[in-house]
């Protein structure tokens, strides 16, 4: 399983942005799939994740009520539309692919190589 996650930049506070992660596998539709970001100097940290199906989703508090995980397993693809994007927000994130329903990184095994968010004041 192969993942490549795109749609990052640089943008302004309040600001939108739509991460997609492409899955290469036939059995993408068998993972929940996640995202997490890590800033400078800080560790990884869950975002959100979405059962195989798409019946579950789970949120970070910090990001919840503004970042909406989704996923199309026709397509292979698991986006983030991020809304309202803070500074804090700033950061890169990741997407990854695990057989179990989680927010905790160890258990995914699969991920994608980043892309950069940055929100500016």
């Known amino acids: 399983v192969q993942l490549q996650a795109f749609g990052g930049g640089l943008v302004q506070a309040g600001d939108s942005l739509n991460l997609s992660c492409a899955v290469s596998?036939?059995?993408?539709?068998?993972?929940?799939m996640g995202w997490f970001r890590q800033a400078p100097g800080k560790e990884r940290d869950f975002v959100a994740a979405?059962?195989?199906?798409?019946?579950?989703?789970y949120y970070a508090d910090s990001v919840k009520g503004r970042f909406t995980i989704s996923r199309d397993n026709a397509k292979n693809t698991v986006y983030l539309q991020m809304n309202s994007l803070k500074p804090e927000d700033t950061a890169l994130y990741y997407c990854?692919?695990?057989?179990?329903?989680?927010?905790?990184?160890?258990?995914?095994?699969?991920w994608g190589q980043g892309t950069q968010v940055t929100v500016s004041s």
């Open positions: 596998g036939r059995t993408f539709s068998s993972y929940t």
């Open positions: 979405i059962s195989w199906g798409g019946g579950l989703r």
């Open positions: 990854a692919a695990s057989r179990s329903v989680s927010r905790s990184a160890s258990t995914y095994d699969y």
